[in-house]
Every structure is written in C-alpha cells, then in structure tokens.
C-alpha cells in the first residue's frame, strides 16, 4: 500500500523525467491556448489530453468527484470562456463511475454518503428527477447526470450562457466507455450540433 512518502518520491522521480534539459521537445507537445475546457469525473482513469488525442496543455481540465458545481468550478469555465475565450466546454463522464454507483444506492437502497459527498449525491438524483430517467442502469444516470450538468452550467453561469447565445462557446455532454475509451455524445447546446437553431440537441 502507499503511503505519503512514497506518492511524493514517486511524482518527483517523475518531474526529474519530465524536466530533463531537452526542452525544445517538450515545448512542441505544450499549447499556448486550450482548444476547449473539459469538466471532468475526478475518479476517471483517462487523462482528457489521452482521451481527445490532444498535446498537453491544448484542454484545460477543471474535475470533480460526480461532477459537482460549485463557484470554484464556475468561475474556472468562466475564465476560460471570457479570458481565454475558449469555444468549447465538454462536460464529460465515464461509464462506471463510482459517484454514479453511490448515486444508485442512495436512490434505490437510501444509502446516503456522509460529508461533503453527499452533495454529489444530491445534484446528481436531481438529474435523474429533471431529465426523468428510469435510474435503472448506471448508464442511464450517467447519462441523464451529463446532459443536466452541461443545462446546470448554461442556467447558473450568465457569462457562459452569454458566450452560447452568441455561438462563440458550445457545450458537448458525453462520456467515455470503459472499455474502448470512445467518447459517446448525449446531447450538444449552443452551434456545435448539426442541426442549425438548436440550442439543445439530445443525441
């Protein structure tokens, strides 16, 4: 098992790899600018830049267990969409997530968390109530978690839903599968979809 020391020794060993006087190399893999800013599941096993087949630094990720909003996440995609003007915010989940695996316990089994990740819990059976999915599968409240939280970002954030009436930002809800690592698309807000006007589109 791990303990402090050996979590720290190992990211140093790393950094002494990373920082090696080759520098020319490295700085052709790093960005000047993200492409887009992906809101992530924080137990995901994939990195964003590994999913999308990005160089580092071209996503700015902001992550947190299940999901959860709260201003620290906002105003991190705030300073992406309005200073960094970044077109792009995906909200991405993973199948097998385990907040979506406590979100189905406390649904079924009123198996509520304690501390701060009864939070998570909460936002995310809201977004079973508001999309009315069955809860039946964690696909199923993965998905309907997704497509709320990418709403939840447009209803809560002026200066995001500013940025997506204008079409200079859009939102993509999606998940990755476990297995492929393929990102599937559940819906898209703002002019990223085909279909033209659509300020929703549900995949």
């Known amino acids: 098992m791990s303990n402090p020391s050996s979590a720290w020794h190992r990211l140093r060993t790393g950094n002494e790899l990373f920082s090696v006087p080759d520098r020319s190399s490295r700085s052709e893999l790093i960005s000047d600018r993200p492409v887009a800013a992906v809101f992530r599941c924080a137990d995901t096993a994939m990195a964003s830049e590994m999913v999308f087949g990005q160089n580092w630094g071209s996503l700015m990720d902001v992550s947190t267990w299940g999901h959860v909003i709260d201003t620290g996440v906002l105003g991190t995609l705030e300073y992406a969409v309005d200073t960094l ?5 995906v909200v991405l989940g993973h199948h097998g997530c385990t907040a979506m695996s406590a979100t189905m316990r406390a649904w079924h089994d009123a198996e509520m968390p304690d501390g701060a990740a009864r939070a998570m ?7 079973i109530l508001r999309r009315g999915s069955a809860a039946d599968s964690l696909a199923a409240i993965t998905t309907a978690h997704v497509v709320e939280t990418g709403l939840a970002l447009l209803d809560r954030s002026p200066a995001i839903g500013r940025r997506v009436d204008a079409a200079n930002c859009g939102i993509v809800c999606a998940a990755t599968d476990q297995v492929s690592g393929r990102v599937r698309v559940y819906a898209t807000i703002g002019a990223v979809g085909e279909t033209d006007g659509a300020l929703l589109e549900c995949v």
């Open 85 to 89: 003007e970044v077109p792009l915010i």
């Open 121 to 127: 819990v909460e936002q995310a059976m809201s977004s």
